[in-house]
């Protein structure tokens, strides 16, 4: 079947079912997982884009955007981060292929009480960059967290609004050459 791009990536297991309606896992057989095949497929270029929100106290927030936090440069800490994180998809993701990545976008927007990223990334492969902007995003984020922890903690040492939040792949899209 094909996905709401018309991408029949034997990669997907969003909108491939079965007959019978039940999802069809096309990293699990007989034999237990195994990584699925795309030496069939071919190279195009291909963007995923992920997105994500750190929830922070407002003061937090402000010390982010006057650049007043004591470990540094908080979002170009988190934008090293991300763009790290979206090259080592494979070693953190056990059968992610590991693909050619041609570009990584970062782009942080600061909200009342919130930093939000969104990562997109390019490739020219067999398979989308989605898993790789998901890893972007996630550790961009965490990195934000631990550049900021000191301000966030409460007096018993907890963080009780701080939270990862709204991950999510926003874009998916393969050129049709």
Known sequence: MTDADGDTDAGDVDGDETVDGDPEFTHVDGDGVDMV???????????????????????????VRDGDVAKGEVLA????????????????????????????????TLAEDAVELRVTVETVART??????????TTGLNVVWDMVKSAEKDADGEYPTTRVEDVRVVEKSVARE
Do not use: N, Q, S
Request: aromatic residues 2%.
């Open 128 to 137: 989308g960059p989605e898993m790789e902007a998901l890893e972007g995003v």
């Open 77 to 108: 800490v988190a934008r090293v981060g991300a763009i790290g994180a979206v090259k080592r998809t494979p070693e953190a993701i056990p059968l992610c292929h590991r693909i050619p990545i041609t570009d990584v976008d970062t782009r942080f």
């Open 37 to 63: 095949g795309v030496g069939d497929k071919p190279e195009t270029r291909r963007r995923g884009v992920a997105a994500g929100r750190l929830r922070l106290r407002p003061e937090t927030v402000t010390a």
